[in-house]
């Protein structure tokens, strides 16, 4: 086990930011090749004429997931060192839905935001000056959000954890449904091409 | 990328006129590998995975300090951004700063680097940037109710199969089909 690296070594904190930027830098470069500097290119998904982001989303999630089981069954990387976001359904919920509100009104997510502001997408600029907006709202206007999210938190809830399934079946079951998917987004793109603008 | 010098060499005589054509994004899937390796080197090394809503708290616990510092370590909510007095030396901005470097030299390469605003046609410029940052304002709210975005959340937690995360990722496509028909003036 000497996976992850974290656990078994201590970053100073020139290190451990220079590899957020690295890391960073890998993360904005596949965002922008998969056009989602674009607001256009991301907001196709929900007119169902141009599924990358779907695409694109699965397949990683998918490949992180595959390459952490991986990891840890050849007893590498240790799953339980990894931090696991709390899980508080109604504030997930919840704010998933107004999210997705933000997405669909606004065009792009906070992290598609800065590839839409580094290659000149005003609109990518307005949008991330309405993140700082919001989050400065929420932490001014609406400090008691936060309580409400601490006393509904239900602790660290993983699929495995919960089901009692082990990790790898899950794989198997996300790379067979992916085929599947990949499979049923090819029919519906062609079924929603008339939307797809002229170039 | 051989093509791609014989390409501006045979429009070199065209680029003062013309802009410059943008070349096609790269396929879905094959970026989907590269961001699920970049996510897992990312959970590899640091045990945390992405994220990118941070990014913005530290930025403004920082503006909010340059204005009122006693205000910021007042409030809890940009405290926890404050990072004790640097707030700019926060792990997810250098994340985002990198993405912004990043996004910028796949832009480049490409070819779409456009000081340009995407919209539909039947929406004025005005009028897309301010419902873009109305969308921002919006979004920023969720994404803090929820702890995190779609990098955050999503990506991240959905890789190591998060109950809250795959929950937040349902709502969120859930929310934005329903509502993607009453802005699609916006779009189509």
Redesign the interface.
Known sequence: MT?????TMEFT?AV????????????????????F?????L??V??LYD??VV???????????A??AA?SGVGV?D?R?????????A??????????????????????????????????I???????????????LT?G??AW?KAGA?G?????S?TGVA?GW?VVGFVAFLLFA?WGMKRLERSFAH?R?KP | MAHTLTDGGLRADRAASAPTVPQP??N??L????????????????????G??A???A??AW??SLVAPAHVSA????AKYFNDGSPL?S??L??????????????VL?R??????????QVS?NR?????????????????????????????????????????????????????WF??K???
């Open positions: 996976l992850p690296l974290s656990s904190i451990d930011l220079g590899l957020a930027f690295v890391l960073g830098t890998g993360f904005g470069f596949c965002l922008e090749r998969a056009g500097g674009s607001a256009r290119k907001t196709a929900f007119y599924m990358a695409k694109v989303m699965f397949t990683a999630i998918v490949t992180a997931m390459g952490l990891l990387l799953l060192e990894l931090y696991v976001e709390p899980t508080s359904l504030a997930q919920a919840l704010g998933g839905l107004i999210f997705g509100g933000g997405f669909i009104l606004g065009g792009y997510c906070p992290g598609t935001s800065i590839a839409a502001v580094a290659t000149g997408r005003k609109d990518g307005a949008f991330a000056l309405g993140m700082l907006t919001g989050v400065l709202a929420y932490a001014e400090p959000i936060d999210i239900q660290e809830m993983t699929l495995p919960v990790m899950f990949a939307l603008p | 994004y790269w879905p899937y970026v989907g590998v590269l961001l699920g390796l970049v996510l897992l080197a990312t959970y590899a090394v640091t045990g945390r995975g992405l990118a809503t990014a913005f708290g930025v403004d503006l909010a409030s809890a909510a940009l030396m792990w997810t250098f994340l985002v700063a990198g993405a912004f470097v990043g996004a910028l030299i796949s832009g490409g779409r680097v456009r000081w340009t605003v995407e919209r539909g046609p410029d897309r940037l301010a419902l873009a940052f109305a969308g921002g304002c919006v979004a920023a709210y969720g994404a803090k109710i929820a702890k995190g975005c779609t990098s955050g959340q999503a990506l991240t937690g959905g890789a190591i199969l998060n109950v809250g995360s795959l929950v937040f990722m349902l709502a969120v496509f859930a929310s934005a089909y329903a509502l993607a802005v699609r916006e779009w189509l």
